[in-house]
């Protein structure tokens, strides 16, 4: 999957590492030296991806994820920061800022390359979307892109799939503060109630007992009625290897326990902003076609129905 990737950090032998490893992965790599520059580069649309330092001098790469995420035109575009910061806290402030993904240095090149390949997958689903939407302001519907891009991400309806009450306990205390929650055990009804519930995201355990939580993540991307539901993965460190093959099948981010409660909130916030981004851009060419076959004084359709 060729993509075009942003490398932004000061330091000019770090853009040089990452540029020979992502284009021996046959990625089209982009770099910028500072926060403006990256900024420039998004806003005239030259790149699906951006790996960001955090550590730079002047515009720092919080203060840049924040401006790319709070901006119509760039909001879309997915935001993995890297930097030798380790800390919760650290992790917790990339993705208050929006971030997508924080990954520190050094860097595990399996895990880059497979979440950078199933972030460009996630983007390109909406790209086609947001061409199709911006069709709307032609036809005098409120700019779809503002309006996604204001999207807060809380009050989600979220299920979570999980088998040991404890865990479960925790998961819900820490999450109904914010959102809808709702909890299954059983993987087989989870996914029942996934397709006749109206769920904004889908946490699943890797660790449930006698069943691979992997084949509820396939299972729910496949699905038409709840391929646009956000999966979110919980496992263990040792579980590098199937969390890597569950972003290969679709699944859009994890989490590794010990799940910090904060860092559990800032990643569900994120999914279900980006399930409600991808709705309304949705909504909007749906809305646009409608325009486009109905007559809006009669309601009936015109001569373009066929």
Partial sequence: MSARVLV?????????????????????????????????????????????????????????????????????????????????????????????????????????????????????MTDELRNRALASRRLGIADPLAAAASETGLNGRILVVEDRPRVIERLESALSAFHVVE???????????????????VLVSLDLQGYDGLRLCSQLRSLERTRNVSVLMMGEAEDRTRILRGLEIGAHDFLIRPIDRNELL?????????????????????????????????GLHNRRYM
Avoid: W
């Fill in 8 to 124: 932004v950090d000061d330091i000019i032998t770090n853009v040089k590492l990452l540029e020979a490893k992502l284009s021996a992965e046959y990625f089209d790599v982009v770099t910028a030296l500072n926060g403006p520059d990256a900024i420039a580069i998004c806003e005239r649309g030259e790149a699906d991806i951006v790996l960001l330092d955090v550590m730079m001098p002047g515009m720092n790469g919080f203060d840049v994820c924040r401006r790319l995420k709070s901006e119509a035109t760039t909001a879309h575009i997915p935001v993995v920061m890297v930097t030798a910061l380790d800390q919760p806290g650290d992790r917790l402030k990339g993705l208050d800022a929006g971030a997508d993904d924080f990954l520190t240095k050094p860097l595990d090149d399996t895990a880059l390359f497979a979440r950078v390949r199933s972030l460009v997958r996630l983007k390109s």
């Fill in 266 to 298: 800032a990643r569900v916030r994120t999914q279900v902003r980006r399930k409600r981004f991808t709705e309304k851009l949705r909504d909007s060419v749906q809305s646009s076609m409608e325009m486009a076959v109905m007559d809006q004084l009669t």
């Fill in 183 to 201: 909890t299954e055990p059983d993987p087989q009804q989870a996914l029942l109630r996934a397709v006749e519930g109206d769920f904004d995201s």
